[in-house]
């Protein structure tokens, strides 16, 4: 397979002016029937009268009949392909017609329209709509499309697409049809078609200027009662869209739909949101606290996809992180005003420091506009998303709010109904505030985690404080000079009495905190007035997707951990506190002392924690919270897994036998009170009991042992069952565990979601014997490799979290993985591509694990591969 570039885009040409598009429902045929009104762009005729080729794009179609304005075209007036339908010499303005077949029933890529759970639904982005009819599939051809679907009334009583239903009526045989018209002008990829026995939960919204809108979240009946708090998610995230950009709604309708098989987590299509079953169905008996929290940020996310992404939509795919991640700073935005904003700062970067910085740093890094790729499904990666906000939320700092709402705004007033890229949005940036985005631009082109060195001299005769800063960047595959990126570093002076100071510089009064701007590989900045040595604070609130280094000794970091005046700084200063203690712990296991001791330090610092004034209950939860595995093993030369592992239990352990009065206190002090509420304050004191309880368990106290059994025969909610239980299952208690597992998947068998978290709580178990269990539950009746959550649940959280065993010296974890890639390379590509990660990042292991995972990687090479594997095997093997 070829890679596509970014420096090879050209302009369409052909414009499609309207979509007319008739289903004929049939799970194994369904006949689409396609009228295109198509225009050839004045600048792409050969000549006076001569026309371009009309290439479309189509796969997997079986073409029945081909017509422009009416005639029908013998087999030889067009080209067909595996790919394309091609005409030539076609009048430059003109309708064609096309008849095509398909078979949903037998789409397990579940891209395209496919049949999930007996209803008829598509995902077309990023190329999909290609596996429904003949179509120019990219997405600066915008059009109005009208969409008649007809069905079996009995299985499909309810017919749904884009826009407004215009018409609908009986038809012989016992089907009827619904005709929905878009009046608004979008490409293909942002299709969607439903068709089911389906139920709605509606309410209403009224916008701004005071039009009614109807919301409807459509399910299958059983899961009715688990849609209010997407409802109410929505309805948040319409007004909050108006208040913060001043984005209205604007059709008379808005529509979510929840199906079982979904390979992303939702989309955004316009008026029809299909959302996977995970990211909207929640109540409190069956999900957990972050999985309402997920709910809220997804239909938030693909609500806001309606103005950044389908009003404005991209001009290539190279252009995709305009739309994510922009989208992506929205949600995160919005999320940090629903809850504790520094909490969810916090859960973004710890996200983004492990799974990005990893990526980032891996055979598949890329920049946040990629210069090529072999398949674009491939590139919706935390790159993409949570790099690309990371950078938007630079330009939003930068800015100030008022300027970046200004720029915002024009964004959406020059680009409205157009397909736009990256330079679009900076220039309305830079037009809305002045500011010279030029080396900014950088951000975009070039992969890799910038590091930052940071060091600081005190000069107590000249009352000075320099701070240098350096930065670099690693080379990344394909692009071996770096240059200086602008990278904002918030900062203060942490006075010893632990106060910012004010800062001097230059002359120019700063106030107590500054954003230095480093745009050199090497700057230095000099504070003046400064009696007695402070303690930089920097970086705060993650001001810059880096990597920042400072020499900070034990007493500074567990000093600032208590008075930074920073929230997110407190917290990663108690991280940088935990993270050289387990660093101890991990050489002490390396060199065979299982008796080492946690440093003093670090067990000080909990103690403040645990007894000092009492702060945000959301926060401490997360300060009281060891950096994981994932992380540790982000900070090492080499990952030793069970040197990381062994630490962090041993860590835990001694913690939780030297404060074990305090996290009973804790426990008690923050059980249930009352009804269930997703509220931010309930799930604090949830997270915080929960914390608690993880402690006791890691020395399997007595005292926690029966408080788990009791929250899990309590069956509160599905946070407190779901963490007794893992608790419980992942101790050396197998009579407790077994048991317990047992009851729960009696009492849960019917919910496909519950039995994901079912799955999720045995493969992370930290025994040795977890690997049988997995290839056992791969068996069990609820286990399915066609759908994307039971992949995820069983193989990708064993494989992405159960890192010790996965990593099993034996390899039998590596293989296990191969296995489940090579059946999916022919299911469903774009999770095979997904799945594979963990085998791709062999470099960062030691030779024995390199040799094997290699091994595994060439095993898979040898198979017949799809685009999406091979794309992923070949950068990993390169
Ligand atoms: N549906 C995916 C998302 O919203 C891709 N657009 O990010
Ligand atoms: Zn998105």
């Known amino acids: 397979p070829a890679a596509i570039h970014l420096a090879d885009y050209q302009a369409p040409a052909w414009q499609v002016l309207e979509t007319r598009l008739t289903f004929e429902l049939e799970p194994s045929a369904t006949r689409v029937t396609t009228v295109l009104t198509l225009e050839c762009n004045p600048d792409a005729a050969i000549g006076s009268d001569a026309t371009p080729p009309l290439v479309l794009n189509g796969e997997h179609l079986t073409l029945e009949r081909v017509s422009v304005d009416g005639r029908v075209l013998a087999s030889d007036e067009f080209t067909i392909s595996e790919t394309h339908l091609t005409l030539d010499g076609l009048p430059a303005r003109c309708e064609l017609e096309t008849v095509v077949v398909i078979d949903p029933a037998a789409n397990t890529a579940l891209e395209g329209l496919y049949v999930s759970s007996g209803m008829f639904c598509t995902q077309c982005e990023a190329e999909g709509f290609r596996r429904i009819t003949y179509y120019p599939d990219r997405p600066d051809v915008m059009s109005v499309f009208t969409t008649t679907v007809i069905g079996d009334k009995a299985h499909y009583p309810i017919l749904l697409s884009n826009g407004n239903p215009v018409e609908r009526g009986e038809l012989e045989g016992g089907r009827h049809f619904v005709t929905w018209q878009d009046p608004h002008l979008k490409p293909c990829y942002l299709f969607a078609l439903v068709a089911g026995d389906l139920v709605k939960h509606a309410d209403s919204f009224t916008t701004m200027s005071g039009r009614d809108v109807a919301l409807e979240i459509w399910v299958e009946p059983e899961n009715l009662d688990k849609t209010q708090h997407a409802m109410t998610s929505l309805k948040a995230s319409m007004k909050w869209d108006e208040e913060v950009y001043g984005r209205e709604y604007d059709l008379d309708i808005f529509m979510i739909v929840a199906v079982n098989d979904f390979n992303m987590g939702a989309m955004e299509n316009k008026g029809l949101n299909i959302f996977n079953s995970s990211c909207v169905l929640a109540n409190h008996d069956t999900a957990t606290d972050a999985a309402f929290q997920r709910v809220e940020g997804v239909v938030a996310h693909e609500y806001f996809h309606n103005w950044s992404g389908n009003r404005v939509t991209c001009r290539d795919w190279f252009q995709l992180s305009l739309k994510e991640g922009f989208t992506v700073y929205r949600d995160q935005s919005f999320s940090a005003d629903m809850n504790s904003a520094p909490v969810k ?25 990629p210069a090529s790729y072999i398949e674009i499904s491939n590139f919706y990666t935390l790159t993409i998303y949570e790099k690309g906000s990371e950078v938007v939320r630079m330009v939003a700092n930068l800015l100030g709010k008022e300027a970046f709402r200004r720029g915002s705004d024009l964004y959406f007033a020059q680009n409205d109904g157009r397909a736009a890229t990256i330079e679009d949005f900076i220039s309305a940036m830079s037009e809305a505030s002045g500011r010279d985005f030029t080396q900014f631009m950088r951000w975009y082109a070039q992969a890799g985690t910038p590091e930052v060195a940071a060091s600081g001299v005190f000069d107590a005769t000249a009352k000075t404080y320099t701070l240098t800063l350096r930065q670099t960047t690693a080379p990344t595959p394909g692009q071996n000079e770096k240059l200086p990126l602008v990278i904002p570093v918030r900062m203060g002076l ?52 880096v990597k920042l280094g400072f020499d900070y000794s034990r007493e500074q970091l567990a000093f600032l951990m208590q008075h930074d005046s920073d929230g997110f700084n407190r917290w990663e200063c108690g991280q940088r506190l935990a993270l050289a203690a387990l660093e101890d712990l991990m050489a002490a296991f390396q060199r065979g002392d299982k008796q080492a001791h946690l440093d003093e330090r670090l067990l000080a610092a909990y103690r403040f924690l645990l007894t000092g004034e009492p702060t945000d209950r959301a926060v401490l939860a997360e300060m009281l919270t060891l950096p994981s595995e994932a992380y540790i093993a982000e900070q090492q030369a080499v990952v030793d897994v069970d040197a990381i ?22 426990y008690h002090a923050n059980e249930q009170q009352g009804e269930y509420a997703p509220t931010f304050e309930q799930m604090a004191r949830r997270s915080l009991k929960n914390a608690a309880l993880s402690y006791l368990m890691g020395i399997e106290d007595k005292e926690g042992m029966r408080l788990a059994q009791a929250q899990l025969a309590a069956a509160h909610n599905m946070t407190d069952v779901r963490a007794a239980l893992t608790l419980l299952v992942h101790s050396s208690r197998t009579e407790l565990g077994n048991p317990a597992l047992k009851a729960f998947a009696e009492r849960w068998s019917h919910d496909p979601l519950v039995m994901d978290q079912w799955f999720a709580i045995q493969v992370t178990r930290p025994q040795a014997d977890v690997l049988d269990r997995v290839r056992f539950l791969m068996e069990h009746p609820a286990f399915s490799l066609t759908n994307p959550n039971k992949v995820r649940a069983l193989i990708g959280t064993f494989a992405g979290q159960n890192r010790v065993n996965f990593h099993r010296i034996d390899g039998e974890g590596y293989r296990l993985l191969a296995d489940v890639v090579i059946e999916l390379n022919r299911l469903n590509p774009d999770i095979a591509a997904r799945i594979i990660t963990p085998l791709t990042r062999f470099k960062r292991f030691d030779a024995a694990r390199q040799a094997l995972m290699k091994t595994e990687l060439e095993r898979i090479r040898n198979e017949k591969l799809s685009r999406n594997v091979y794309e992923v095997v070949e950068k990993a093997l390169a």
Do not use: C, N, Y
């Open 345 to 369: 700062r916090i859960e973004d970067v710890a996200m983004l420091r492990t799974a990005q910085f990893a990526e980032d740093a891996g055979p598949t890094a890329h920049p946040v506009r």
């Open 494 to 545: 942490v006075s010893a009495d632990g106060h910012d100071l004010p800062l001097v510089l230059e002359g120019a009064s700063l106030g107590s905190e500054s954003v230095l701007e480093l745009t050199e590989a090497e700057q230095s900045f000099v504070f003046t007035g400064i009696e007695h040595a402070p303690v930089p604070s920097l970086l705060r609130g993650f001001s810059a997707p």
């Open 645 to 666: 592992h062994w630490a962090r239990k041993t860590a835990k352990a001694q913690l939780a036998t030297v404060l074990r009065e305090e996290f009973v206190a804790l």
